[in-house]
């Protein structure tokens, strides 16, 4: 319960109060149970993508060209 009680000075009472009615929406009732709602709550969303600039685009793609690995393992 203190756990729980700590977590209102760090989340706020609106996003505690959230995870202990979903946590007994799903007939849990452990302070493990809403710290863990809490903290995937708090996840930052994934990082936006980052556009190639032109000067780092590649100029002729690479050829995937098995054959020449074989030949390279053969031994005469």
Known sequence: MVDILNAVLTDGLPAV???C???L???VHSDDVVLNIL??????????NIMTPAALTLRHAPI???ARYDNLRKTN
Do not use: M, S, V
């Open 39 to 48: 903290a995937r709550q708090r996840e930052p969303a994934p990082p936006a």
């Open 21 to 23: 009615a979903e946590a």
């Open 17 to 19: 109060e959230a995870a």
């Open 25 to 27: 929406g799903h007939g």
């Open 64 to 66: 995937a060209d098995c």
